[in-house]
């Protein structure tokens, strides 16, 4: 990882894994509980005729769990991640917060990040292309030694959903990463996460 030589005095790893903690229970607070209401009508919960043909109606929550593969400047490095997301606009609209980890020799790198995005159906068997804009704030330290970055981009992904309560989705993820000690640089991820999912029974 580039820069860590130059990383400033910070605080200790478990403040940047309590600090990731607190993100995500945030996160999944905020996606299934402010807009957890659904449109009622007549002993039944309405639809919209999109969402109903692509398996997603508004409220639907997304968690997640995956690993990418990381390459910065011809170097790789793997990373857990966890995350949530919920879905309005009869599924085409959503948002998104993640929160992942990696550990590249003594250095240890949190990311907290932000993607709302769109959903785009690819006809009517369950499989969707998911297009995001994407902001995060990274804590990487060695020791006491610490350094924040912010990575910037898009994500480009593919799911594909197990009826109503499960999907299976990679992405590519391409990040502009500014604050490095050394200069900013690009980020490519290519990521394979497993999700289950609550409020999308028809």
């Known amino acids: 990882m580039r820069g860590h030589s130059r990383l400033r005095p910070g605080g200790a790893m478990r403040a940047g894994i309590l600090a990731g903690v607190v993100w995500l229970a945030g996160a999944m607070s905020f996606v299934s509980g402010s ?6 009508g007549s002993g039944g919960v309405r639809l919209s005729q999109a969402g109903a043909q692509r398996g997603i109606r508004d409220g639907a929550v997304e968690l997640l769990v995956g690993g990418d593969v990381t390459r910065v400047e011809g170097s790789s490095t793997a990373r857990l991640q966890l995350g949530a997301a919920r879905y309005a606009a009869g599924g085409s609209l959503r948002v998104g917060a993640d929160v992942s980890y990696a550990h590249i020799s003594s250095l ?10 769109w959903v785009l159906p690819l006809g009517n068997q369950g499989m969707y292309v998911v297009l995001d ?3 995060a704030y990274r804590q990487q330290w060695v020791g006491s030694f610490r350094n924040a970055l912010y990575p910037v981009g898009f994500d480009a992904a593919f ?3 197990a009826g109503r309560r499960a999907a299976l989705t990679v992405r590519a993820a391409w990040r502009r990463v500014f604050g490095d000690p050394v200069a900013d640089f690009n980020e490519l991820r290519i990521v394979a996460s497993l999700s289950v999912w609550f409020h999308n029974a028809p």
Do not use: F, I, N, Q
């Open 35 to 40: 807009h957890a209401t659904a449109r009622a």
């Open 108 to 117: 240890d790198v949190l990311d907290l990040e932000a993607r709302p995005g």
């Open 133 to 135: 804009a994407a902001a």
């Open 159 to 161: 799911k594909s959903m």
